[in-house]
């Protein structure tokens, strides 16, 4: 009898931690499922700021060194099985910007663009050409941390141009007896030559809602050779365009 009672209580005290047993498998499993939805949810908006940094510009013509860049990207995020790798894709758009002192035109010998240097006699406030671009970004996100609140990224985006122009504030460059010290401002739209395609490799690394990204133009401003340098014979200049600066995530 007595056997009995203790094979009774034996199981009753087995059934009763299976059944804790299985609450806590449940509640982990919830929480594996909370924790993949936050991943899959984090850097699905991004925002932010950087400098455009020109290279291999036409020797004539000097380029600002900051040159302010704005990105906006919206991007789905999917965990890659059980695995701290989610990717990303989306929509997005750029705007970058190129201060320098001079103009830019289309030689008439050749028909290819080329910078002309602003006249030192020119007094001027701001002199830019500016592009956007809508994109198409892709991302592979490593998340790490105990929450996975740091991110390292590489990736690519694909842009097509969907707006360019040139902007001028200064003294009157035409220079006539009537005009010449007027102040004036000078809008172009639809700068001829532009890569309407661009492709862009891109990284970042970040901690929670703030990131540090870099982006690296694989494709040339100009269509390829259609930008000369008239310090340097009239050889092609194909000017390329590395962007660095910060992103912030805010859901």
Do not use: C
């Not at 013509?61 to 900051?66: E, F, K």
């Not at 406030?125 to 609140?149: A, F, H, M, Q």
């Amino acid at each position: 009898m007595k056997s009995l009672k203790v094979i009774l209580i034996a199981l009753s005290i087995l059934s009763l931690l299976g059944s804790l047993n299985a609450q806590d498998i449940e509640i982990a499993s919830e929480e594996e499922d909370d924790k993949e939805q936050s991943m899959s949810k984090k850097g699905r908006f991004m925002i932010g700021m950087g400098n455009d940094i020109w290279m291999d510009a036409p020797g004539n013509v000097n380029i600002r060194n900051y040159n302010p860049s704005f990105v906006f990207s919206f991007m789905f995020d999917s965990q890659l099985g059980k695995s701290p790798l989610t990717f990303g894709a989306g929509l997005g758009l750029q705007s970058n910007n190129l201060y320098s002192d001079g103009f830019i035109f289309e030689n008439q010998v050749q028909h290819k663009t080329a910078f002309n240097p602003i006249p030192d006699s020119l007094n001027y406030d701001k002199n830019k050409i500016s592009t956007t671009y809508l994109e198409l970004p892709v991302e592979l996100r490593l998340r790490l941390g105990k929450e996975k609140e740091m991110t390292i990224s590489a990736g690519f985006k694909v842009g097509y141009l969907i707006n360019s122009h040139t902007k001028y504030k200064g003294e009157n460059y035409l220079e006539t007896p009537q005009t010449q010290n007027d102040k004036v401002k000078i809008k172009e739209h639809n700068i001829s030559d532009l890569n309407k395609l661009r492709y862009t490799a891109t990284g970042r690394i970040g901690y929670k809602s703030f990131s540090l990204f870099a982006h690296y133009n694989l494709t040339p401003l100009f269509e390829e050779d259609q930008l000369i340098d008239l310090s340097n014979n009239e050889k092609p200049s194909n000017m390329y365009l590395i962007t660095a600066g910060i992103i912030f995530s805010p859901f």
